[in-house]
């Protein structure tokens, strides 16, 4: 599950560099996935999501890699930017109203 | 769009009182859901509505409660707050089951 906690594992990169943020997800049913971006006090946003029939998907920045034999899901953010600085969350789900989410990773940018 | 709205953005509650977390969305979706964030834990569903007038419990619905009258609404009624119930409170929207969820800023509940 995933949480703005304060033990939350970190990825420290410097600006300008490309971020990876990893997710194992937990059930081989689940069909849609999707990143959210968590800032202090703040609501999670929704980045990108992949649905289970594509391994790879794009946004501005942002790209999300799906593997389904070992259950894997990662976030690349291109050129990170201090503003990208959030916890980032996977969330799962089996197409039914239940979602797991991930623990999360805290992304600190360093300028 | 204001998306989904939640208010009061934090709160402090004394054990036994009650209070009402109030949630609205303005995208006309039918599916509507309650979590809790505590740290070091994933979100957990609390209740969640297919639509006006249809809820349902999640993982952990005890000390809870929940009513769907309009699409709009979702309000969450904490009956007689425990410290139990201290965390972050997120309400979330959906148009499809299985769909992206749209979150709300959050209440931040103390209970003392």
């Known amino acids: 599950g995933e949480s703005v906690g304060l033990h939350l594992p970190t990825l420290s990169v410097q600006e300008g560099d490309n971020s990876i943020i990893n997710c194992a997800y937990s059930?081989?049913?689940?069909?849609?996935f999707i990143w959210y971006k968590q800032e202090s006090g703040k609501g999670p946003q929704f980045i990108i999501d992949?649905?289970?029939?594509?391994d790879k998907r794009q946004g501005q920045r942002v790209t999300v890699l799906l593997n389904k034999t070992v259950k894997h899901l990662s976030l690349q953010i291109a050129a990170t930017q201090p503003g990208d600085s959030a916890v980032y969350f996977c969330a799962e789900t089996p197409g039914t109203y239940k979602y797991i989410f991930g623990t999360g990773t805290r992304l600190k940018v360093l300028a | 769009n204001a998306g989904v709205t939640q208010t009061p953005k934090f709160r402090i509650l004394k054990i036994g009182q009650s209070m009402t977390l109030q949630c609205t969305q303005d995208?006309?979706?039918?599916?509507m859901y309650w979590y809790r964030q505590d740290p070091g834990m994933g979100l957990k569903l609390i209740y969640y509505s297919v639509g006006a007038g249809i809820t349902d419990k999640g993982e952990v619905p005890n000390g809870y409660n929940v009513s769907r009258s309009t699409t709009e609404d979702f309000p969450l009624r904490l009956e007689l707050a425990a410290p139990s119930q201290t965390s972050v409170y997120f309400c979330?929207?959906?148009?499809?089951?299985?769909?992206?969820?749209?979150f709300g800023s959050g209440t931040q509940l103390s209970v003392l």
């Open positions: 992949i649905r289970s029939n594509m």
């Open positions: 995208m006309n979706h039918n599916y």
């Open positions: 059930n081989s049913a689940s069909d849609y």
């Open positions: 979330a929207s959906s148009d499809r089951q299985g769909g992206k969820l749209f």
